[in-house]
């Protein structure tokens, strides 16, 4: 007779509405744990929960301690993340018809190269000139300047 009670008790109880409760988590947008940075899934299965409205991601049982001890240490992670995940930026034009590094045209060497750097798209004749403009970005960029 208990269990039947306590069976029926249980069946109500699960169709009751929780009122107050969260109607939406935020999703976990990053692929490591908030607390240790490794990646998640290395140590097994991660630890999933929520804390007021955000999922949270960790990589193991231990790091909730860590995370429970000083929430908002972790949760400051969260903010530039979401940010990034929200408002992707589009690189800009590229304004120059020759190659940034060397002068030439761009396809002056074949098939030109090109990539984003901060921002704003870089177009250079070859992919040797990548590496000279990486070793020294301000000097070639000074020619973006106006443009």
Do not use: H, W
């Not at 940034?100 to 004749?125: H, P």
Request: with cysteine.
């Amino acid at each position: 007779m208990k269990s039947f009670l306590l069976t029926g008790l249980m069946a109500f109880l699960a169709t009751v509405p929780t009122f107050g409760a969260e109607k939406s988590v935020k999703p976990y947008p990053l692929d490591k744990c908030i607390v240790s940075d490794e990646k998640l899934g290395v140590e097994g299965k991660p630890t999933v929960f929520v804390y007021e409205g955000q999922e949270i991601k960790l990589c193991c049982a231990d790091c909730r301690k860590e995370f429970d001890a000083n929430p908002a240490k972790f949760l400051a992670k969260l903010p530039k993340a979401n940010a990034e995940v929200a408002k992707p930026t589009a690189p800009k034009p590229y304004p120059l018809k020759t190659c940034i590094v060397s002068d030439n045209d761009l396809d002056s060497m074949g098939e030109q190269a090109s990539f984003v750097y901060q921002g704003q798209t870089i177009k250079v004749c070859c992919k040797p000139c990548i590496a000279k403009f990486e070793k020294n970005p301000a000097k070639y960029l000074k020619k973006l300047e106006g443009k």
